[in-house]
């Protein structure tokens, strides 16, 4: 069995190595060729170019490497095409993924989407094109799988991963033994984002504000892990002379939220992360003017963090755009650290949402996938 596999970003690459690993359990002769991260390279997934080259977020920066996406996404379908693989499974990264999948589905491959686009949030027009470019969506929320249902797009609900792999207990003190932080000490933990543009935009203002936390909390701890190298070059150059209270770390992101007290996390896959170990935390969003006011003009929903979006509720605060800066982000923080009613409800609606979304996403993902191989699709060739 021949599957062709493309993520984007880290998250896909977490997410495509597990589903990986469950279809190799049930086809061992499986081969798997596409884009992946260190993750599903380690899975045996070959990869024709680096993942890092599709870690591009909103429209004006997306706009600055289309020519570089449309290369490689030309030189994908041609790949893909000369030998055709037996499915084309997109992971998250919607706007790259999705028009190879249509483009790779009209000649006759199956195609599956893994993570499904916040299509029921913006954009909303976009469900006709995906019903055109995928046999199947496979969601990792409840909710996303009614939306499709309700615009008969095939789709199932396979759970989320990262609530497969965090245990329902995170105990702050072996987190903070391994990175030899004081075990009475307050832990602040700062993810600006796993891409270098988005940290650029983050990174200075939540640095800003572990330094008026500090201030105030003498004993104050920082962990900032960093989801590449070049991250992690970019943000000791911006502590140096703080290596005494802020660590910064190649990767360990588990670790370093599970060590945390409270976290400023900018939004996306981290936030569910966050939320999973069962930390409180700030959520933090910006991008560039004229991506943000394309944004706020096509939301359809009141929240962009998606612990409240699966919730209904506000569970975490969120600070968005102009609003992320030290003293308004620091002052939220506090709240959160001397707020116990409150974390206490917070944490407990955390805690029900890791039990909801524990299904062995990847079993169920791998599953789903080889009934769709098993049953194939006659829409597939008429699409």
Known sequence: MRVGIVAGEPSGDTIGATLIAALRERRPDARFEGIGGAQMVAQGCRSLFPMERLSVMGLSEVLGHLPELLSIRRKLIAHFLSDPPDVIIGVDAPDFNLPLERRLRRSGILSAHFVSPTVWAWRQGRIRSIARSVDLMLTLFPFEAEFYRRHQVPVHFVGHPLADQIDSENPRGPARRALAIPLDSTVLALLPGSRRREVEQLAPDLIGTAGLLREQIPDLRAVIPCATAQILDRIRSMTAGDENWIRVLDGEARTAITAADVGVVASGTATMETAL?????????????????????LLKVPYVAMPNLYAGKELVPEILQDDVRPEIVAAKVTELLTNDESCAETLTQFALMHRELRCDAGAAAADAILKLLAGGSQSAHRA
């Open 277 to 297: 170990i069962g930390r409180p935390f700030v959520a933090v969003y910006r991008v560039s003017r004229l991506s943000y006011l394309v944004f706020r003009r």
